[in-house]
């Protein structure tokens, strides 16, 4: 199995322009996160996914931020307008279970550097 | 949901066991302990879950005190692959929510 795979592995923007990151889970896998990961604050949970509908966004920053799962096998956070702040390298992950209890398996990263 | 606290740093010989130590007196009967650790710019990595009894696969050791208050990690050989940060988290089967902490940044030296 491939893995978690995320696209691109390196973004950079400037700011104002909008920012779309992609993820495709491990195949069979009923949920999907978002996270997060900053020297500041290390690594956050932004929004999970269970079965394509969207479970828990409580950790999603602000309404910039917003993140769709229209298939099983994709996924995508956008982030429009981007700001320098929302500089951080953003994964993904994937887990076979219902919910977050299970073993989750995460992508290699986006990068995003925002100018 | 429980808070871990780790060590901020540790230090390990190569081919030593290297012992990671996590205290999480709050923890609640519904919550487990899993470990995942964070090589080097890479996506963590699920090491090994428990709730009450010890736990070993082919990555690691976990021991659970009887009381559930703390926890410990053991790498039983530690090689130069295994220098990551290490988490502890407490995750409540009610909330379901994966909180990473600080954990232990692990060196593992020759």
């Known amino acids: 199995d491939a893995g978690v795979i995320q696209s691109p592995r390196h973004e950079v923007t400037e700011m104002g322009q909008e920012v779309t990151l992609r993820c495709k889970p491990i195949s069979g896998h009923n949920s999907l996160f978002w996270y997060r990961q900053t020297m500041m604050r290390g690594l956050e949970l932004l929004i999970y996914f269970n079965n394509n509908v969207p479970i828990d966004d409580s950790g999603m920053p602000e309404d910039r931020f917003s993140a769709k799962m229209p298939n099983a096998s994709f996924s995508t956070l956008k982030i429009q307008p981007s700001e320098p702040r929302d500089s951080a390298v953003y994964f993904c992950?994937?887990?076979?279970?219902?919910?977050?209890?299970?073993?989750?398996?995460f992508g290699p990263g986006t990068r995003l550097t925002v100018l | 949901d429980a808070k871990t606290t780790q060590p901020p740093s540790m230090d390990c010989a190569e081919g030593r066991a290297a012992n990671l130590p996590c205290n999480h007196s709050t923890i609640s009967g519904n919550e487990y302990v899993y470990w995942y650790r964070q090589i080097h710019s890479q996506g963590p990595q699920y090491i090994i879950h428990?709730?009450?009894n010890n736990e070993t696969n082919e990555m690691a050791s976990l021991i659970i005190t009887e009381d559930r208050k703390s926890s410990t990690l053991i790498l039983p050989h530690a090689t130069l692959r295994d220098t990551a940060v290490y988490y502890c988290i407490a995750v409540s089967v009610r909330t379901d929510k994966l909180i990473f902490g600080t954990g232990t940044r692990l060196q593992v030296f020759p």
């Open positions: 428990g709730l009450k």
């Open positions: 992950a994937s887990s076979l279970g219902q919910g977050l209890i299970d073993t989750q398996y």
